[in-house]
């Protein structure tokens, strides 16, 4: 309890409403890996294949990616917008990375030879897929301030576009051969003690949460993104060049995407036209789980990340228990179903 | 009101949408610390008017003329730059921040020196002292400028929103139908802030509203606009409510000759 500057209580009594509301997915995340550390042993002949440090690991692991993508959906959503091309430019930036290393190995300089493998190329080919993004969020932007298309419709669109441009450029077929030194890198492990090692790709997601996370709750980036997400006009009117911030929001998105596709890159050794299908949605699951309002004004980056995390616990039990894969569509389906529930009963407790 | 300084001319104005004329050539004074009333039916063409004067779209012609300077406000921070607030009905607060948030939408302190104006880090415990210390000088009464703007009364968020603008409006203060929203109590209360301001701070006040009681009561000048038309300038004690709302309506002609 904070006193405010007129000495009165700025914090009101919270309603068991509003707390599950607030904390419910949290609890969630905690019933998940309790009910998944008591029944994996029953269910498996004794073996806990749960709880070990090992797939917890991989649980984090399969998490990162999504959780990256997630950071930059949840500052579109909170601005009032959405990315469905999160997937796409996640192929397109694999592919093209992949060929960029695969292709161009030498580059000349005033007579000069410099050889692109290596750290080099490895530097290279993370920066072209980091561009790629940037470049397909910046275009959603511009689709959306100067030609007025609602975010639906804008991204829809580039959605066919930069899926379909990967197609054309890698004919259709994955992209091997690149540089050794990349996937080393962005798939590598980094040793903690003997038996634990931590995946770069989690590192990599724990600062990108943390530093925006940051920005969302410390700074003008933030406070406009809901301010614009709340009331596009009143920002306006309040002197905000809007159109300006949002261009940067889609490109942070897909700056963001770009790293992911990176770090997807790395993780499958190839780049392929069709990676990052359905990515859109667990983003946009983990980000609606996480309480960030679908019409805007409010985010959470913590809430996002909690979400990222149920999504990979979801799929690694359904992984332990010998679940067809096909089935995983269907549950992360009704989460969000489920979550947008959780949303609406959130939005009546907050009314009072 | 010779014998006052003029703070904005507002010269043979004209706004068209494609064929749709919504303002013709309207010219008229603001001086400094009065209180004008812009009134007129729906689509007389205030609030076409209130947009141009507060940057949100630009005239097709004509000029404004600012201290003696012709001015052209190209986006809303261009007429915020010049000292002229707008309280917007509808736009006035964003329900989703804070109080202080709200009164500093647009123009953030920053703390970390340099590094934090780059990064944009938000000196919000400072933002917050200025508030509570702007709005207390104005008797705005609110618990806390950490309050969430969705859980105040109709008539708190109003008086925010105006706190906000005299915070920040050193010069001119356009409010939009500022007690439609409000109660009885609430608009007495705004109406009274209104008058201090006006009294004790000498700041100049276009004021658009359809209540004639409040018009006739607040204001000095009466402008009417009929059909994009200024129909009329009338100085409160040469007037009825009874002869602004024949001007309104177009049951008495126009004074001001077309030009």
Partial sequence: ?352 | MNNLEKLLTIDHISKAYGAVQALKSVSFDLFRGEIVALVGDNGAGKSTLVKILSGLIQPTSGNLIFKGRPVHFRTPADALAYGIETVYQHLALVEQLDVADNVYLGRETYRWGAVGRWLGVLDRRHMREQTATALSQLHIKIPAPTLPVSSMSGGQRQAVAIGRAVTWGRELLILDEPTAALGVEETEQVLQMIEKLRDQQGISMLIISHNMQDVYRIADRIVVLRQGRHVATINKPDTSPQEIVAYITGAKEAQVAPV
């Fill in chain 1, 1 to 352: 309890m904070s006193a405010s500057a007129t000495g009165l209580p700025t914090t009101r009594r919270t309603s068991p409403g509003e707390f599950f509301a607030q904390y419910g997915i949290v609890l969630v995340l905690v019933v998940l890996v309790v009910s998944m550390t008591i029944l994996s042993p029953i269910l498996r002949e004794g073996q806990q294949l749960f709880l070990t440090p090992r797939n917890l690991i991989q649980v984090l692991l399969q998490a990162a990616i999504n959780a990256i993508i997630a950071v930059g959906m949840t500052y579109v959503i909170t601005s009032g917008g959405i990315d469905l091309s999160v997937g796409s430019i996640v192929a397109l930036c694999g592919v093209l990375s992949a060929m960029v290393m695969r292709d161009v190995n030498t580059f000349n300089l005033f007579g000069l030879t410099f050889s692109l493998d290596g750290p080099i190329g490895a530097v290279m080919g993370f920066g072209v897929a980091v561009g790629v993004g940037t470049l397909c969020g910046f275009a959603n932007g511009l689709l959306i301030t100067r030609l007025n298309l609602s975010p639906f419709i804008a991204t829809l669109g580039t959605m066919g576009i930069f899926r379909g441009i990967a197609l054309v450029i890698s004919e259709g077929r994955s992209i091997y051969g690149f540089d050794q030194e990349f996937k080393n890198f962005f798939a590598g492990r980094i040793p903690i003690n003997e038996t634990l090692e931590l995946p770069i790709a989690v590192i990599i997601a724990i600062l990108i949460a943390i530093v925006f996370w940051f920005f969302l709750t410390q700074t003008r980036l933030g406070k406009y993104t809901i301010a614009i997400g709340g009331s596009e006009e009143t920002a306006r009117v309040a002197g905000i060049s809007v159109q300006r911030h949002k261009v940067g929001l889609y490109a942070l998105c897909g700056f963001l995407t770009g790293i992911a596709g990176a770090l997807l890159l790395a993780r499958l050794n190839s780049g392929d036209p069709t990676f990052g299908g359905l990515f859109e949605l667990n983003a946009i699951a983990a980000v609606v789980m996480g309480g960030t309002r679908l019409s805007g004004g409010q985010g959470s980056i913590s809430g996002t990340i909690v979400g990222a995390l149920i999504i990979s616990l979801v799929q690694n039990a359904m992984n332990i228990f010998n679940v067809p894969s096909y089935w995983q569509q269907v549950v992360i389906g009704t989460v969000i179903v489920f979550a947008v529930v959780l949303d609406q009963q959130r939005r009546r407790a907050s009314r009072y």
